[in-house]
C-alpha cells in the first residue's frame, strides 16, 4: 500500500528565505507526482508534475526534484514571500492506478 | 474560461436527509473523481469516472453515489448511510488515463451535516 509522508506538518520562516518541504513515499512504482499548493477554505492549485522518467520540474521560483529510487521529492522555494503562505501538498499516482495517493501537507507561513 | 465548478460553497443539511454535490468541468476532460478532505487525513479518494456512464468505486465509497451522464458533469450524492459526511468536499478531472496527465481541482464544497 502506497504512503506518502510530509514533514514537517508546518513550517515558518522570514521572508526572503529559500527553503525546501519534503515529501516520501513508500512504494517506488508510481507514474507521476504531483505539488499542489492549497489556500484556507479553497481547492487544490496544481503548482508542478513530475513524471517519473523526470528528475526534476521547474516554473518560476519553485523547483521540485524526483528522486524515485529512495521514494523522495523535494519542493525548493525560491526568494519567499508572504504571499507563498499556504499548505502545499504532494500526491503520487500509483503504475496501474488512477488515484493520487495524498501526504497530509505541509503548512508554510512566510513572515514579512 | 475554462475550469471546474462545484456548487454550492457550503450547504449544510440535516441527519438523514440526502443531499447532492454539483461538479462541471469545461476542460474537456474525460476523467472525474471525487475526493474527501479532513482535517489531520488527507485527501480521499470517493469515486472516479474514466469516461461518461462508466464510474468505480474509490477507498471509502459507502454512503456515497455518483453518476455520469454527460462528460462535463459528474454529481456526489450524500446518503444517510453515510455516518460521518461532514467535510470539505473536492472534485478533480484529468485527460484520460495516461501517466502523465495532471489532475485538476475545484474549489470545493463544504458540508455540514447536523
Known amino acids: 500500500k502506497q504512503e506518502v509522508t510530509q514533514i514537517p506538518a508546518a513550517l515558518s520562516v522570514p521572508e526572503g528565505e529559500n527553503l525546501v518541504l519534503n515529501c516520501s513515499f513508500t512504494?517506488?512504482?508510481?507514474?507521476?507526482l504531483q505539488w499542489f499548493r492549497q489556500d484556507p477554505g479553497k481547492g487544490l492549485t496544481s503548482l508542478l508534475l513530475i513524471q517519473s522518467s523526470q528528475r526534476e520540474q521547474t516554473s518560476g521560483r519553485l523547483n521540485a526534484s524526483l528522486d524515485k529510487s529512495s521514494g523522495r521529492s523535494t519542493l525548493y522555494i525560491a526568494a519567499s514571500q508572504p504571499g507563498d503562505s499556504a499548505t502545499y501538498l504532494c500526491a503520487v499516482r500509483r503504475q496501474g492506478a488512477q488515484k493520487l495517493v495524498f501526504g497530509q501537507g505541509t503548512r508554510l507561513t512566510i513572515n514579512p | 474560461d475554462g475550469g471546474i465548478t462545484q456548487s454550492p460553497k457550503y450547504l449544510f443539511r440535516k441527519e438523514g436527509q440526502n443531499v447532492t454535490l454539483s461538479c462541471e468541468q469545461n476542460?474537456?476532460?474525460?476523467?472525474m473523481y471525487w475526493y474527501r478532505q479532513d482535517p489531520g487525513q488527507g485527501l480521499r479518494l470517493i469515486y472516479y469516472?474514466?469516461?461518461?456512464?462508466?464510474?468505480q468505486k474509490g477507498d471509502i465509497a459507502e454512503g456515497y453515489s455518483v453518476s455520469r451522464e454527460k462528460k462535463e458533469s459528474f454529481p456526489l450524492t450524500v446518503t444517510s448511510a453515510q455516518k460521518n459526511p461532514t467535510a470539505f468536499y473536492l472534485c478533480?478531472?484529468?485527460f484520460g488515463q495516461g501517466a502523465g496527465y495532471e489532475q485538476y481541482f475545484g474549489p470545493g464544497t463544504r458540508l455540514t451535516v447536523t
Open positions: 476542460l474537456n476532460h474525460d476523467a
Open positions: 478533480a478531472s484529468s
Open positions: 469516472s474514466q469516461i461518461v456512464n462508466d464510474f
Open positions: 512504494d517506488s512504482a508510481i507514474y507521476n
